[in-house]
């Protein structure tokens, strides 16, 4: 089944009467838990059979992203911000005077930057922190 497909003929429950086991995305995520790319493997049915909520097997959910590391990302991106020249997309390990010069000192005066100082230019960085 590929993702975004409606999954058909799963068992429907109504709300208060799922078995054991299973859980509501919502509910998952009340637990720390993720449904990690498995499939529903039933509904839960509310208001009249107007709206479902999938159920995922508890036992086969994954646990959330660490928070930590979430932290880290977005700390990442605040970091690139500053540390990527935007003339040259070179990503430095340290800040750019970008606020005064507007790119790293290469692109300014010509000032050939150490190699050792920063990433080649890539859409995919790995994290420097
Ligand atoms: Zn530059």
Do not use: N
């Not at 859980?23 to 993720?34: I, N, P, S, Y």
């Not at 009249?48 to 992203?65: E, F, N, S, T, V």
């Not at 005064?100 to 300014?108: D, I, K, M, S, V």
């Not at 930057?113 to 990433?119: I, N, Q, T």
């Amino acid at each position: 089944m590929r993702p975004g497909d409606q999954p058909q003929g799963l068992p429907e429950f109504r709300w208060r009467q799922a078995p054991k086991g299973l859980a509501t995305r919502r509910q998952l995520r009340a637990m720390g838990l993720r449904p990690g790319g498995q499939e529903p493997v039933a509904a839960i049915v509310c208001r009249r059979g107007k709206r479902r909520a999938w159920l995922y097997q508890i036992d086969r959910a994954k646990p959330k992203l660490p928070m930590t590391l979430a932290k880290e990302q977005a700390l990442d991106r605040a970091m690139e911000a500053r540390q990527r020249c935007p003339r040259c997309k070179r990503r430095y390990f340290h800040c750019l005077p970008l606020k005064t010069l507007g790119c790293c000192l290469e692109c300014h005066d010509g000032t050939p930057a150490d190699p050792g100082s920063y990433l080649p230019p890539a859409d995919d960085q790995p994290l420097a922190a």
